[in-house]
């Protein structure tokens, strides 16, 4: 679990993060979105480390992140699976190196047990016939894929994914979600994703964080996010009459099946009471 208390950021007089608080859960995919401006990437940048919190804390199962020295974040780190927008392959890399360079940095087995796991991982986002090609023999979506399987080598307990549907059309964008969701559950990560695309809101979110302004503006499930209230997040993720039919029909189907009731009454609700009804 990681837990943000009240953290602060600003660069010169341009405060960004206005004091947020949040808990992202384990064995769950934890969702940060967002307008452009809002503060969703500064907050994941001080999450991992790359920008210090002026103000707060950060918590990761309870130990204080902000506070510790060079050696106990590096330690934290070695935890920490991390999924990058661009997918950022080494194109004089084959797969197998791409997904070896984690071994090669911080593990301390033989070559022949790192090549074990690396072919495992292959295996497991269903590339073990790529390992011999390189990023520009490969395409989009496999190039995605690669990146999980670097992510998740060193067996993180934590995974960070910056937009990871980026580029890719909506078939494999499902597909990508699909398999960031089943090793979340699988090996019980902490996973925190940044994205804009809204079929990962709805069909990934077990969590989801929304960002206005440099605040939390509303915090619950996808399930939540279709009866919330909150009229900013309604216009940010409902934009057209498209989604806004789509989340009528959504509505219908979770009343009908009276499943909503449940995953209200086992979280307690959000921490908005306009939402429960």
């Known amino acids: 679990m990681i837990e943000l208390q009240d953290i602060k950021k600003g660069f010169g007089d341009k405060e960004i993060l206005k004091g947020v608080s949040a808990v992202m859960e384990s064995g769950k995919v934890n969702l940060i979105i967002g307008a452009s401006g809002s503060g969703k990437t500064v907050m994941m940048k001080c999450i991992v480390g790359l920008i210090e919190v002026d103000a707060g804390k950060i918590l990761y199962d309870g130990k204080d992140f902000t506070t510790m020295d060079t050696h106990e974040r590096k330690a934290i780190r070695q ?38 796991r690396v072919a495992e991982c292959l295996e497991r986002v269903n590339l073990k016939d790529a390992a011999r090609k390189y990023p ?10 690669v990146g999980i399987a670097r992510a998740i080598v060193l067996n993180p307990k934590y995974l960070f994914c910056d937009e990871p549907n980026s580029g890719l059309d909506p078939q494999t ?35 989801i964080v929304y ?35 789509a989340k009528e029909m959504r509505q219908h189907e979770l009343f009908s099946s009276g499943k909503w009731k449940e995953d209200l009454k086992n979280k307690g609700g959000n921490e908005s009471g306009d939402d429960k009804k």
């Open 79 to 116: 935890e920490i699976g991390m999924l990058f927008q661009g997918s950022a392959l080494f194109d004089s890399m084959t797969v197998e190196q791409n997904v070896m360079f984690p071994l090669d940095m911080f593990g301390t087995g033989s070559y022949r047990d790192k090549k074990k």
């Open 136 to 145: 520009a023999e490969i395409s989009g979506g496999m190039k995605k894929r």
């Open 211 to 245: 960002m206005y302004q440099g605040q939390k503006q509303w915090e619950g499930s996808n399930k939540e996010i279709v009866f919330s209230n909150d009229q900013l997040l309604n216009d940010f993720i409902f934009a057209s009459e498209f989604l806004r039919e």
């Open 173 to 207: 964008s499902l597909l990508i979600d699909q398999l960031i969701k089943e090793l979340t559950v699988e090996y019980n990560i902490t996973t925190v994703m940044n994205t804009h695309d809204m079929n990962t809101v709805m069909e990934s979110g077990d969590h």
